[in-house]
């Protein structure tokens, strides 16, 4: 019992960071058996979720086609709904996928109560890196983009126009069709709403990054589990038919079940992936451009603020690939220590149960975006280089 209540500890303390997002969201999977409190609960807050995000959202991409002629300010209005948009998409992929997420989450836990010492330190290890991952993306987030909703319209304050019409800023300029923004209490209840648009648009992107994060380096710590059981099996002492069949079985069972649970983790995180890419790519590459506009206007506070949102968007992209190329690495380190086993020591009716463990393992295990490109470190490079061609090409446009 004692065991048991410290593997549900652990597991507890390495979660608590990306489990307070997914429940600030609505987007962590209720138990089966679940009351009607927490379902109401649950669904108020989904509610609330999409019409915070989609009042920021709508009205802005309106106002960027509908209001703005100029080109170059019109990119500017469209950075932050780009984002918006893509987290959007991921947030509802999540809840598409609610029924796998519960299932992977019951694996999980099953994995860290089943677990030996040595390995519950494995998880434990990899879980921690995820954590931290978390809250350096929530870091990074939460200062750009906070700071883009609530300081840049404050600073710049109101506007006198020609004909003496004061104009008060918002941090997404948006059109209402029916009704005027700027009288008083409807700006105020808009920039609020946008505030908090903004803030659950960067939980929705820190709490599906922290998914990806921790599935990814649960897998590693499966493929280095798998790992040791494999250097067992070749030193062992013991080659008798009974003691070789028992490692064999141990092996081929578990291989199976991180094969189920990559099955799993291919129905969520390749497109949440994917979205994640282009938004990182186009934000990149339009936040670029903004820093040089507004380093030609000597605007020092909205420079420090789009470096910060450039510095999250980088970090997130690169942790991203980070994870991914270390799924990667663990999958190759499997299959090196497949074809240096010392299969020639075991009775030769059992070493040809090896030969499916050895075959399965040399298919590499990793993470793709839409079953289009690799997350990997080298992936990571390629977007850098897309997004200054992209800026390149903007820079080109828009003289």
Known sequence: MSLAKNAEDDLRDSMNVFYSMLKITGAWPNPNKSSLSSVILKT??????????????????LYA?????????????L??????????IKYTILFRRMKEFREMMEEIRNSWLNATEENRQIFRTNAMIGRKVVIG???TMFSGGLSNRTIIP???????????????????PSYFVFFDEQVTPNYEIIYVLQIFGGFFTYTTLCATMGVCTMLCLHMCSLLRILTNKMIELSDQLDISENAVQEKIADIVEY?????????????????????????????????????IMEWENNNVTAIVIYLLL???????NFTMCYIGQLLINESETVGRTCATLNWYRFPMNKARYLVLVIIISNYRIK????????VSLATFTDIMKASVGYLNMLRSTLQ
């Open 44 to 61: 108020c807050i989904i509610f609330i979720s999409y019409f915070v995000q989609l009042v920021t959202l709508v009205p802005s991409v």
């Open 65 to 77: 086609f509908a209001k703005e002629n100029n080109g170059r300010k019109r990119i500017k209005l």
């Open 79 to 88: 950075t932050p709904q780009i984002n918006n948009l893509c987290q959007l």
């Open 137 to 139: 993306i929530a870091v």
């Open 154 to 172: 404050l600073v710049k304050g109101r506007i006198v126009l020609p004909n003496n019409t004061t104009i008060r800023l918002l941090s997404c």
């Open 255 to 291: 291989r199976t079940g991180i094969k189920r649970f990559s099955t799993n983790i291919d129905r969520i995180i390749p497109t949440i992936c994917f979205f994640e890419m282009i938004n990182d790519t186009l934000v990149a590459c339009v936040v670029g451009y903004c820093i």
């Open 310 to 316: 450039q510095t999250s968007c980088v970090f997130v």
């Open 367 to 374: 993470i793709t975006a839409a079953k289009v490109v690799d």
